[in-house]
Structure formats: structure tokens, C-alpha cells
């Protein structure tokens, strides 16, 4: 198992309760986090108290002075992450949640010393450089999307069977091969809810509870090798509806608007496509009557949902309005 140090600019998260939760929740699905700390924060991101408490993150405050202070933070960040590496041999792995190429050599020196380095960023605000030197790098709206499904128990309320399993269908798409020993599914699953308990949801065995979950939901199916119980994540359905030229705007207005609800102005039109082909996997553009995904965004600029834009670098990104 990982163990993690995360180190979050909370300018790149949008300070977003529910976002940093799936960024924590992303994380404790690969291992434990041992030290957790975010960079800039202010009154106004009060509202992440509960969370930040209930991981025991520590928090570096914005102290706004001079043009220098992002700067500062950045270079604090930087110190932290290398303090650990030096001092603590159990932390292997690394989560730096930014897009900033400022931090690419702080990347390449945590990889020379045999560490781990996930990389999470906004769309907008992440590198190229510094993707391509993390160990992994994610889209922060990727992560944010990938649990959307799932209604997030911030607090420690008592689970439903219905949470149980979408905790477990989560877990079970971030591995490779979407199986997972049930006894590993449950550690992880106890890393995400440590107030999980098989008798809380009223059965008396974890098997028990997996092999009810598989038969009412049919999300993963429980399977038994070499006297080993797995469980093995269901074959994607497609959805009843499809995509068609009458329906195609309403469909992506609804994606955009959760994007700007969780704090995303901007996103790279990568993300949308893949939001797409998550939801509808048979997606092409020739179903909508388009020939390519540009041709796509044109027509919902038409229709005044967004706005294409270039970023310094010529990248496309798409504004929500």
C-alpha cells in the first residue's frame, strides 16, 4: 500500500468542498495519506473546516502582502514537499494538486529519490511540462466527475446500501483490470468511511453485504479463484437514451452547468469529449449531424453556452457561461 503526502493550492482546487473531497477520496483509494497540507487559505474558504479537520490537514494561511505572495506560497510548498522526502521515509508517494511548471523541478527531484508523483490540475491552469513530468497526472474535472454519481457523505453520517455500493464501484474503476480482492475493497473502502461497518448496514459478514449489493444493483459481480473472492466490475451498458441531433444541446448544457457549479469557468474541450464518452460510449460526431468535436463547441457557442478561447499557450479551452 501507498502512503501519501498531498500538498493542495486551494487557488487551483476553487476552494470547493465538494472538489477537494473527491481530490481526497481520489487519493485514499491508492493508499493512506499520512500528511496532508493546503497553501492560501482565507476566511472565504471557511466551509472546508469539517474536512480539513477531519483529515488533519494542516493549512498555510494567505497572508496577502506585495506582489510576491503567490509566489511565496509556491516556494513554501516546495520546501514542505522536500522536508518530507528527506525526513520521512514512510511517505513513497506524492500528491501535488497545481498545474504551475514552477513545480517541475520539485517533480523531477521526488522521482530521483524513488518517489511516486501524482499531479492534479484544473484544465485551464495545468502545464504541459509539468504533466509530463509527474509519475500520473488527472484533470481536476475529470476527478470531480468521475464520483458525480455518488451522493458525497461528508460527514460521518451512517451509510446506505445504496452508498456502500457506489463507494465500491469507485473504487473498483480506479484498478486496471476493474477487480479487486474483496478483502483489499474493504480496506480501501474503510480508508474513504472509516465509519463503515457491515452490521451498520445489517448484514454480518462483508460477503454477505457484496453479494446483496451485486445481486440489487448488478454494478460488479462477486466472484470466487483459487478460493480467493474477487469483485469484478460490471460490463459499461449504454445508457436508454442516446445522443441525437434534437437532444444533443440540452445534454451538454447539463454538462456544463455542473462544471460551473463546481467552480469550473473554463475547461479543456477534452474533458467535455470525455464526459461524452463516459455517459455514451457508441458517441460520435457524425450522430449529431457534426464531423469533428470543434465543429461540436461552434455550435453551442451558436446557441451562446459557452465561449472558445486560447490560453498563452494555443491551447483551445472552452469558457461556460
Same mark, same amino acid.
Given at each position: 500500500m501507498a502512503y501519501f503526502a498531498l500538498f493542495a493550492d486551494l487557488e487551483n482546487c476553487g476552494g470547493k468542498k465538494s472538489v477537494l473531497m473527491d481530490v481526497i477520496e481520489r487519493v485514499k483509494i491508492r493508499g493512506d495519506i499520512l500528511i496532508g497540507k493546503v497553501y492560501g487559505y482565507t476566511d472565504s474558504y471557511s466551509d472546508l473546516k469539517e474536512i480539513l479537520l477531519s483529515n488533519t490537514f494542516a493549512v498555510v494561511p494567505s497572508l496577502r502582502y506585495g506582489r510576491s505572495q503567490k509566489n511565496s506560497m509556491d516556494i513554501q510548498l516546495v520546501i514542505d514537499a522536500l522536508d518530507v522526502a528527506f525526513t520521512n521515509p514512510l511517505i513513497d508517494s506524492f500528491c501535488i494538486v497545481s498545474g504551475d511548471s514552477d513545480y517541475v523541478p520539485l517533480v523531477g527531484k521526488l522521482k530521483s529519490m524513488g518517489k511516486f508523483?501524482?499531479?492534479?490540475?484544473?484544465?485551464?491552469?495545468?502545464? %504541459?511540462v509539468f504533466m509530463s513530468a509527474c509519475s500520473e497526472f488527472q484533470f481536476l474535472e475529470s476527478v470531480s466527475t468521475s464520483n458525480k454519481q455518488r451522493n458525497k457523505t461528508e460527514s460521518l453520517d451512517v451509510l446506505t446500501l445504496q452508498d456502500? %455500493?457506489?463507494l465500491l464501484v469507485t473504487i473498483l474503476k480506479e484498478t486496471d483490470s476493474g477487480e479487486m480482492l474483496a478483502a483489499e475493497a474493504k480496506n480501501v473502502l474503510l480508508r474513504l468511511r472509516p465509519n463503515f461497518s457491515e452490521k451498520s448496514v445489517g448484514y454480518s459478514t462483508f460477503g454477505k453485504l457484496v453479494s446483496r449489493l451485486s445481486q440489487e444493483f448488478g454494478e460488479f459481480s462477486v466472484v470466487t479463484e483459487q478460493y480467493n473472492v474477487k469483485l469484478r466490475l460490471a460490463q459499461s451498458v449504454s445508457m436508454g437514451e442516446q445522443?441525437?441531433?434534437d437532444n444533443y444541446v440540452k445534454?451538454?448544457?447539463?454538462?456544463?452547468?455542473?462544471?460551473? &457549479?463546481?467552480?469550473?469557468?473554463?475547461?479543456n474541450p477534452s474533458i467535455l469529449k470525455?464526459?461524452?464518452l463516459t455517459a455514451y460510449?457508441?458517441?460520435?460526431?457524425r450522430q449529431i449531424g457534426h464531423r469533428r468535436f470543434?465543429?461540436?463547441l461552434r455550435a453551442l457557442e451558436k446557441e451562446h453556452l459557452?465561449?472558445?478561447?486560447?490560453?498563452?499557450?494555443? %491551447?483551445?479551452?472552452? &469558457?461556460?457561461?
Amino acid at each position: 500500500m501507498a502512503y501519501f503526502a498531498l500538498f493542495a493550492d486551494l487557488e487551483n482546487c476553487g476552494g470547493k468542498k465538494s472538489v477537494l473531497m473527491d481530490v481526497i477520496e481520489r487519493v485514499k483509494i491508492r493508499g493512506d495519506i499520512l500528511i496532508g497540507k493546503v497553501y492560501g487559505y482565507t476566511d472565504s474558504y471557511s466551509d472546508l473546516k469539517e474536512i480539513l479537520l477531519s483529515n488533519t490537514f494542516a493549512v498555510v494561511p494567505s497572508l496577502r502582502y506585495g506582489r510576491s505572495q503567490k509566489n511565496s506560497m509556491d516556494i513554501q510548498l516546495v520546501i514542505d514537499a522536500l522536508d518530507v522526502a528527506f525526513t520521512n521515509p514512510l511517505i513513497d508517494s506524492f500528491c501535488i494538486v497545481s498545474g504551475d511548471s514552477d513545480y517541475v523541478p520539485l517533480v523531477g527531484k521526488l522521482k530521483s529519490m524513488g518517489k511516486f508523483v501524482l499531479g492534479i490540475s484544473r484544465s485551464e491552469a495545468a502545464s %504541459n511540462v509539468f504533466m509530463s513530468a509527474c509519475s500520473e497526472f488527472q484533470f481536476l474535472e475529470s476527478v470531480s466527475t468521475s464520483n458525480k454519481q455518488r451522493n458525497k457523505t461528508e460527514s460521518l453520517d451512517v451509510l446506505t446500501l445504496q452508498d456502500v %455500493n457506489d463507494l465500491l464501484v469507485t473504487i473498483l474503476k480506479e484498478t486496471d483490470s476493474g477487480e479487486m480482492l474483496a478483502a483489499e475493497a474493504k480496506n480501501v473502502l474503510l480508508r474513504l468511511r472509516p465509519n463503515f461497518s457491515e452490521k451498520s448496514v445489517g448484514y454480518s459478514t462483508f460477503g454477505k453485504l457484496v453479494s446483496r449489493l451485486s445481486q440489487e444493483f448488478g454494478e460488479f459481480s462477486v466472484v470466487t479463484e483459487q478460493y480467493n473472492v474477487k469483485l469484478r466490475l460490471a460490463q459499461s451498458v449504454s445508457m436508454g437514451e442516446q445522443l441525437t441531433k434534437d437532444n444533443y444541446v440540452k445534454i451538454l448544457s447539463k454538462m456544463l452547468s455542473e462544471y460551473k &457549479r463546481d467552480g469550473f469557468d473554463r475547461v479543456n474541450p477534452s474533458i467535455l469529449k470525455a464526459s461524452l464518452l463516459t455517459a455514451y460510449p457508441d458517441f460520435t460526431e457524425r450522430q449529431i449531424g457534426h464531423r469533428r468535436f470543434s465543429d461540436v463547441l461552434r455550435a453551442l457557442e451558436k446557441e451562446h453556452l459557452l465561449r472558445i478561447e486560447m490560453d498563452e499557450s494555443g %491551447n483551445m479551452l472552452v &469558457r461556460i457561461l
